[in-house]
């Protein structure tokens, strides 16, 4: 594995009495495609400027390749940003623009030249040199500024929800072209969003945030499968969160019915949660599942339908299936037992912190 | 159809009040009789005199050095203070700009006498004087004009620059500055017209000897009303009409930039 690139350390910061990040311990990689990902207001892009040097954190210290940069400026920092806003300078040409932080290394004017044609090249816009950002649409603006900050060379760069802006077909066409851009480019990536199928399609590694802590660490595959608490699950794509009871290992109580699973180690009835991913419920005949329910609504998705149903058992499903089962019809639903998803209940705050801190050293990167 | 010229003849009406009063004014200074009611014929004598007379051409370097210079020193102070009422939080934000908004409301007469009471206690009444009364009013204008700038600028610009490796005095000329420009010259050329247009407070704080355009028509006029003093007030007139179009043009092509965005 490469090395660690960027370390932070028991970085807490608060704004006005808000607290914003609590003692919180992240690493990357060289190389790495590392997603913060989180509702708003969880501290993902505080950690994005701490990192970029916008702000500085209260208690700790941000080191980069060994080197403590807590303090260092932004302009001193070898990593460029590419912001929410793209924030062009807007009465500057698309060349000026991108000229900007070269021209401030006093770079050769061919050089520069080159290094214009090269990054305008490489984001699929070449000759716009003398087009003004305003003349420009958000797509087109989005990659300037990518430009912007590639042509700089640096070894980490920043991306802060760079997609929001722009509408659903252009930002899936800009999810591959910004995996393109890390392969060739061959450095580092950390990109903030909320959208958590952005951070799956293109993340080595995504970090789940909420409330100013790291809920979960691992790759795209681990965090939708192994969600490690119902935060996780709910926030990463749509999940059945129910009450259940651990009887003993393998074997899950909910609704007073009990279920086999494959989770191990939760002691003898342990209140848990458990979460099945909708398209893990499968519906057949009443004869055939598990248990039994009745269909109240059913909604086209394109790809599925979603359907939910109220189950004997008292719990209403959501389930996602490409069959139509027409609403008042009678079923049969099953769930094998990989897909059942044991989490211990949160008892309190400090309780789920220590679990996702668990996890992280465990499981880290 | 007969609203639109009913409407066009309302404006027509309201235009002949407003400006009446100073064609006729403009008119009287190509008059060649002293007289009022009479129009001898056209002439310009009174614009020759006004430039052979030593008092008024001092009173129109005093004019120009107080605006510009007062205009200039105010561009600067209101600059910064604007940077840093736009950094401040919510309430302060709103309380300072109520205590800039004062001197821009208070009567001129009231400003002029504390001004005076102010400036006789410390030193002697004079230029100086009368041009820090000027930089104390011409301030607010240029916060307010620079300030709506501030609030429709992209802060990340300025850190999208020190991220690409400028440092904050590279950055706030370089991105920050061109940006503010129309607001600053806005703010410039209303605090030139604010200071040449100004009486009250110069009459108070600028001690024996010193005239301006305005402080000089006065003082003649009390005297008896001589037709140079109607070619004067023309001049001045003129003087602020061009100004005024200037901050126009500045502000007007600025409205259209970010119509077009």
Redesign the interface.
């Known amino acids: 594995m490469s090395k660690k690139l960027i370390e932070l350390k028991n970085i807490s910061k608060s704004f006005g009495s808000t607290l914003v990040l609590d003692e919180l311990n992240l690493y990357i990689r060289e190389n790495e495609f590392v997603t913060l990902l989180g509702p708003s207001g969880c501290g993902k892009t505080t950690i994005l400027r701490i990192i970029?040097?916008?702000e500085t954190p209260d208690v700790g210290s941000v080191f980069f390749d060994g080197e403590d940069i807590t303090k260092l400026?932004?302009?001193q920092r070898q990593l460029?940003?590419v912001?929410?806003?793209y924030?062009?300078?807007?009465?500057m040409t698309v060349a000026d623009n991108i000229a900007?932080?070269l021209r401030?290394?006093k770079k050769s004017s061919s050089y520069i030249e080159e290094k214009i044609k090269y990054a305008l090249d490489l984001v699929n816009l070449p000759g716009y040199e003398n087009r003004m950002p305003?003349s420009l649409s958000g797509g087109q603006q989005q990659r300037i500024a990518i430009a912007?900050?590639i042509v700089?060379e640096p070894k980490v760069l920043l991306l802060d929800e760079p997609l929001g802006a722009l509408d659903l077909k252009l930002r899936q066409e800009m999810q591959y072209e910004l995996i393109r851009l890390k392969n060739e480019l061959g450095i580092t990536f950390i990109y903030v969003t909320h959208d958590q199928e952005e951070a799956l399609t293109m993340s080595d590694t995504i970090v789940v945030m909420n409330q100013g802590y790291i809920q979960q660490i691992g790759t795209p595959e681990s965090i939708y499968n192994e969600p490690t608490n119902a935060f996780v699950a709910d926030f990463i794509g749509e999940s059945n969160i129910i009450d259940g009871i651990m009887l003993k290992d393998r074997l899950v109580q909910i609704g007073g019915v009990s279920f086999e699973c494959v989770d191990t180690g939760f002691g003898i009835n342990e209140p848990v949660d458990v979460v099945i991913r909708p398209e893990d419920v499968e519906l057949k005949d009443p004869e055939g599942g598990m248990t039994t329910g009745t269909v109240t609504s059913i909604i086209f998705k394109g790809v599925h339908y979603e359907i939910q149903v109220e189950s004997a058992i008292g719990i209403n499903f959501m389930v996602q299936t490409t069959q139509n089962f027409p609403i008042g019809c009678h079923v049969g639903i099953s769930v094998i037992p990989d897909n059942f998803q044991i989490m211990h209940k949160p008892q309190s705050e400090d309780e789920e912190i220590m679990s996702a801190e668990d996890y992280s050293a465990g499981n880290a990167v | 159809m007969i609203g639109k010229i009913l409407g066009k003849t309302y404006v027509g009406i309201v235009m002949l009040f407003l400006y009446a009063p100073i064609m006729v004014l403009i008119a009287l200074s190509f008059n060649a009789s002293r007289s009022r009611v009479l129009w001898t014929g056209f002439t310009l004598k009174w614009y020759t005199a006004l430039f052979h007379s030593n008092a008024i051409m001092k009173a129109f370097g005093t004019t120009m050095a107080l605006a510009f210079l007062s205009a200039a020193i105010a561009s600067v102070i209101g600059l910064l203070a604007a940077l840093a009422i736009y950094s401040m939080k919510r309430r302060d934000y709103k309380i300072m700009l109520f205590f800039t908004n004062i001197p821009l409301l208070n009567a001129d007469i009231v400003t002029g006498i504390a001004l005076m009471l102010w400036f006789v206690r410390f030193l002697p009444l004079g230029f100086s004087s009368v041009l820090m009364a000027h930089i104390t009013f011409n301030i607010p204008y240029v916060i307010l004009c620079i300030l709506p700038k501030l609030e429709t600028m992209d802060i990340r610009q300025f850190e999208a620059a020190r991220d690409l490796g400028a440092n904050s005095a590279y950055a706030f000329t370089r991105i920050m500055i061109p940006d503010l420009i129309p607001g600053i010259l806005a703010g410039f050329f209303m605090a030139v017209t604010m200071s040449m247009d100004d009486f009250v407070i110069t009459y108070f704080t600028k001690g024996a000897g010193v005239n301006t355009l305005s402080t000089l028509i006065y003082g003649e006029i009390r005297k008896g009303i001589k037709p140079e003093m109607y070619a004067l007030s023309s001049v001045l007139f003129l003087l602020v009409l061009i100004i005024l179009i200037v901050v126009n043009l500045l502000t007007g092509s600025e409205y259209k930039n970010s119509e077009r965005r």
């Open positions: 970029g040097g916008f400026p932004p302009n460029n940003t912001f929410q806003k924030a062009l300078f807007s009465h900007f932080g401030i290394k305003d912007r900050a700089n």
